[in-house]
């Protein structure tokens, strides 16, 4: 079974300020690709950053940067020089190998940039 | 704009109808899913269509049907409405590879009275 857990329901970060939003993953598969993405309000989800289990180096996106520690499971999103336009809900996602190789996503967490 | 468009955008209808929502993909994009994201959720998938076949389906009811044409478009039809059916309907496309990035849709908000 794949499960998605972000533990964060809510986070409050400053403008210009860096903010790491968590989600750790479980599945047996051994290659799988790990997501995140923003949903404003309109709700649209907007790809921001992809990570897959193989790739030796952390995945890089301008302003996102992914944190994978793959012994424990995990893939934190970190958002640096956080912006007003930052403020949405934010999910992780994996899509195992096998099956569909459908999303899984995790409950979201709310970001809002104070500014 | 990732160049997925769904409609219609908000939908209301009764228990018990019957609902269709559309969904045009990306260019050049052949995999086609749809997700249901209830409030205060994440998605959950419903099914994926590659080629005009369904491939895949999540926890979902008969009642929850599909199509995809040659266009790579595709519909999403819920029979015997419920009330629990009530939701953000999200369509998704990409290439066929697993390390490519899904683009969605705005969604179909359907709200079922």
């Known amino acids: 079974a794949q499960k998605i857990t972000q533990t964060q329901p809510g986070m409050f970060v400053q403008e210009k300020e860096a903010v790491t939003l968590d989600c750790t993953y479980d599945t047996s598969d051994p290659s799988y690709g790990l997501f995140w993405y923003k949903q404003p309000s309109s709700g649209e989800m907007i790809f921001l950053i992809y990570q897959g289990s193989y790739d030796q180096q952390n995945a890089t996106e301008g302003r996102y940067s992914l944190n994978f520690q793959k012994a424990r499971k995990s893939a934190n999103l970190v958002i640096s020089a956080s912006q007003l336009g930052d403020s949405a809900m934010y999910f992780c996602?994996?899509?195992?190998?096998?099956?569909?190789?459908?999303?899984?996503f995790g409950t979201g967490t709310r970001l809002t940039v104070i500014p | 704009e990732t160049g997925v468009t769904q409609s219609p955008t908000h939908l209301i209808k009764t228990r018990g109808q019957q609902v269709t929502l559309r969904c045009s993909s990306q260019s050049g994009h052949n995999t086609v899913s749809w997700y249901q994201q209830a409030l205060g959720q994440g998605p959950q998938f419903i099914f994926q269509y590659y080629r005009e076949e369904e491939n895949g389906r999540g926890n979902f009811p008969p009642r929850f049907s599909g199509l995809q044409f040659p266009n790579y478009s595709s519909e999403l039809n819920v029979n015997a409405l419920e009330l629990d059916d009530s939701a953000l309907y999200l369509c998704a496309s990409r290439s066929g590879t697993m390390n490519t990035e899904a683009f969605f849709g705005q969604g179909t908000r359907l709200t079922v009275v």
């Open positions: 996602a994996m899509r195992p190998q096998t099956g569909a190789n459908n999303l899984f």
